[in-house]
């Protein structure tokens, strides 16, 4: 743990985790609120675009488990990165309802695999043998985002009327996540044998 701890590629891999969770955060608390109260969906309507937005991700797995085996696993979390932070980009830029297809391809099929590839690449960076401890003490720092993501996209709502500016916004800080996750890689263990 305290060798991972001094690793620049740890503290790159949960800067762009909490950057991306903004975005993840905006859509996935308030995807059913801005299709019923900014676009006037009906919840019903609203449940199926989240029910196919969680197949796609319940889908994606199986492809996503071969791709992180076949490519550096910090460019497929980027890519998983890319599909988070398209989400409520595509859902302010396109209008309804053609935003959908793309919405659900992007956010859910390959933005949806971030379950998998989290613990995956701490995994193939600093072995399995310590994945529980290191999982478990970075689980504080990766979960404020996520606190406190929702909480500022709800504040900016209540006082705009409207969600464009905080998924704009968490849409950024998901394509900055991209860029801050590609310049971690993978880090090498030193011996220190002595003389």
Not at 42 to 51: D, E, P, R, V
Not at 71 to 76: C, E, G
Not at 176 to 192: G, H, L, S
Request: charged share 10%; proline share 6%.
């Amino acid at each position: 743990l305290s060798e991972a701890f001094r690793t620049k590629a740890l503290w790159l891999i949960v800067g762009g985790l909490n950057l991306v969770s903004l975005s993840a955060g905006a859509v996935n608390l308030h995807m059913v609120p801005f299709f019923t109260q900014q676009i006037g969906l009906s919840t019903k309507g609203a449940s199926y675009i989240l029910t196919a937005r969680l197949m796609g991700a319940t889908l994606s797995r199986l492809p996503w488990g071969f791709v992180a085996e076949r490519i550096p696993v910090r460019l497929a979390l980027a890519a998983v990165f890319l599909g988070r932070s398209l989400g409520p980009l595509i859902l302010i830029t396109i209008p309804y309802p053609y935003c959908l297809a793309p919405f659900v391809f992007f956010s859910g099929f390959i933005g949806g695999t971030i379950g998998l590839m989290q613990p995956l690449i701490f995994a193939n960076y600093y072995g399995r043998a310590f994945l529980g401890t290191i999982q478990g003490a970075l689980r504080p720092l990766l979960m404020f985002s996520q606190l406190v993501g929702p909480l500022l996209v709800a504040a900016m709502f209540d006082y705009l009327g409207t969600f464009d500016l905080a998924f704009l916004i968490s849409g950024i800080m998901g394509l900055v996540a991209i860029v801050v996750v590609c310049f971690a890689t993978p880090p090498r263990r030193i011996n220190k044998e002595r003389v």
